[in-house]
């Protein structure tokens, strides 16, 4: 045998290796770090959604929690309830007396049981040692939002946070909390100014040409919902021009970010930082966000807040009419040639229309050659002038256009109607009569003028349009009314003249309005 020694190679010695270690983590249950024996993770090159965190960072020290506090005198113990038993108050009644023994278990069982400490104390605090309620005055808290529109301290809140306050707190971004004065309010636009007297420059916002906000539009929505504090949502714009009934000027904003309680004067801004709409109000039939919000726009806000931070109040141009939509029907039976307009139910007693013979049953259809769509463009046309301003009003009358001059005057603060005094019931009974092609009955008025329906005949044009027994028809086609062979002749002229409807004037409860019914119903 020779005793030459083997050479081994060292691919060899490096297999061996490699096997002999791969057995002994095999043996020992460890897995074999393989290097490159794996695919890379997977990784998608996505379009990514945008990130609002630059716009939050610099809006956010501009917006503010608003606390409101109201002071008002108790009228009565804090049940509500006033009890007198034999000249003696609740709280004169002896301890073990049943009734005091009930209501004190009562309030026990249903007002502190699982109420805060601090509740307790405070309850406490206004009963005093001896267990009675103190005289005093109470400081009911509410919380909205607001955002400085200015360095030196003027923001922009809701009317309706402010609107019973008599004191109010700021409290900014970073916790600091700061005591405002009210400079304005206004409630048609349910809008307000508070101002901070702070001897510091505060971060601000501006607003935004919201005339270039389109539907589909990014939004952020910062503020204070359920009194959390500076709380960012995101959404789209879904929708403008929204009228919600909630003033005579609504031309609100539809946002779907997250809107909540709280959230009212609080900001909605558009990805640069500028402030689109004020939110306000939100549908909600639970009380809770369903993605249905509106805010106040920035064109309508800037003109209103400009006003309260001059004089703290807003003057707007006053016409003085009752008015209506031009339905389809109305402008049939009118002549008219499309459903726009506003039209005149009732001018309001020496107010500027009134003066210049504008009368019910006319439709505005101008103002100084700016065409009016709908009532609510005609209120808002008005308002944005000044009183004493002499306006050109086009109105559609007895089939053609004319042209009044008219001299607005100021919107009342508050425009009361006062019910006219009825006369007693008339000397002699008047007899009905039917008019069978609206499916009417009807009476002469006791006043003699007008004609009161008495009953209304179940699925007839007049039903299907809101008629019911009580209206009043003062007229027909704008032609006064006082028995039903006026309305018969009214109607067949209208028919001779080619109309398919009649437009009926009609009153109840002090409210006038028009109707118009198809001519060749029957």
């Known amino acids: 045998m020779s005793n030459t020694p083997r050479k081994f190679s060292k691919g060899f010695l490096s297999t061996t290796a490699i096997a002999g270690i791969a057995a002994a983590l095999l043996a020992t249950g460890v897995p074999a770090p393989i290097s490159g024996a794996f695919a890379e993770a997977v990784r998608v090159e996505a379009p990514q959604a945008p990130s609002f965190a630059d716009v939050v ?29 034999n000249g003696k108050g609740f709280d004169d ?9 009930f209501f004190d278990q009562f309030s026990r069982g249903f007002g502190d049981k699982g109420a805060p400490d601090s509740d307790r104390r405070a309850e406490r605090d206004r009963r005093g040692p001896e267990g009675k309620r103190r005289p005093g005055r109470v400081r009911p808290v509410s919380q909205g939002s607001g955002f400085f529109i200015s360095e030196d301290g003027l923001l922009v809140t809701n009317n309706h946070v402010v609107e019973d306050g008599s004191a109010f707190t700021v409290i900014m971004d970073d916790g600091t909390e700061l005591d405002a004065k009210l400079v304005g309010r206004d409630s048609r636009t349910d809008l307000a100014v508070l101002k901070v007297e702070e001897n510091r420059k505060f971060t601000y916002v501006d607003f935004a040409d919201d005339s270039k906000i389109r539907v589909g539009d990014w939004v952020v929505a910062v503020g204070n919902p359920f009194g959390l504090g500076g709380t960012v949502t995101a959404g789209i714009v ?6 919600i009934g ?23 801004f558009n990805l640069s930082g500028e ?21 106040i726009p920035a064109t309508t806000a800037r003109a209103v807040i400009n006003d309260l931070i001059d004089s703290g109040s807003v003057e707007r141009g006053w016409l003085g ?17 499309a459903a726009e307009g506003a039209l005149v139910t009732a001018p309001q007693d020496d107010a500027p229309a009134a003066k210049a013979s504008i009368a019910a049953g006319d439709v505005v259809t101008a103002v100084d050659g700016d065409m009016v769509k709908d009532p609510r463009d005609l209120a808002k046309k008005i308002a944005a002038m000044d009183p004493g301003k ?39 009974p008047q007899a009905d009569a039917t008019l069978d092609s609206f499916g009417l009955t009807v009476v002469p008025a006791e006043t003699g003028s007008g004609l009161v329906i008495t009953s209304v005949a179940p699925d007839s044009a007049a039903e299907e349009r809101g008629l019911r027994a009580g209206d009043v028809i003062l007229a027909v086609n704008n032609q006064d009314v006082s028995k039903a062979a006026d309305v018969v002749s009214i109607i067949d002229a209208a028919a001779k003249d080619g109309r398919k409807a009649a437009l009926f004037q009609v009153e109840n409860e002090n409210r006038s ?8 119903q029957g």
């Open 321 to 337: 009419v009752q008015i209506q939509p031009v339905t389809a029907d109305i402008a049939e039976s009118l002549g008219l040639a």
């Open 238 to 243: 879904s929708a403008r021009g929204r009228d």
């Open 93 to 101: 009644l002896p301890d073990d007396h049943p009734m005091k023994r």
């Open 246 to 268: 909630a003033g005579p000027y609504d031309d609100f904003i539809q946002v779907d970010a997250a809107v909540n309680r709280g959230n009212s004067g609080g900001p909605t």
């Open 275 to 295: 402030v689109i709409g004020i939110n306000t109000a939100i549908f909600s039939p639970s009380g809770g966000n369903v993605g249905i919000a509106f805010a």
């Open 513 to 520: 309005r028009f109707v118009a019914l198809p001519i060749d």
């Open 390 to 428: 002499t306006v050109d009003i086009t109105v559609w009358r007895n089939g053609k256009s004319e042209s009044v001059m008219v001299e607005l005057g100021s919107l009342p603060t508050e425009v009361a109607a006062i019910a006219p005094e009825q006369d007693e019931a008339p000397s002699a």
């Open 57 to 85: 960072e610099a809006v956010s020290p501009a917006v503010v929690s608003v606390r409101v506090q109201a002071e008002m005198k108790p009228v009565s113990d804090d049940s509500g309830f006033n009890f007198d038993f």
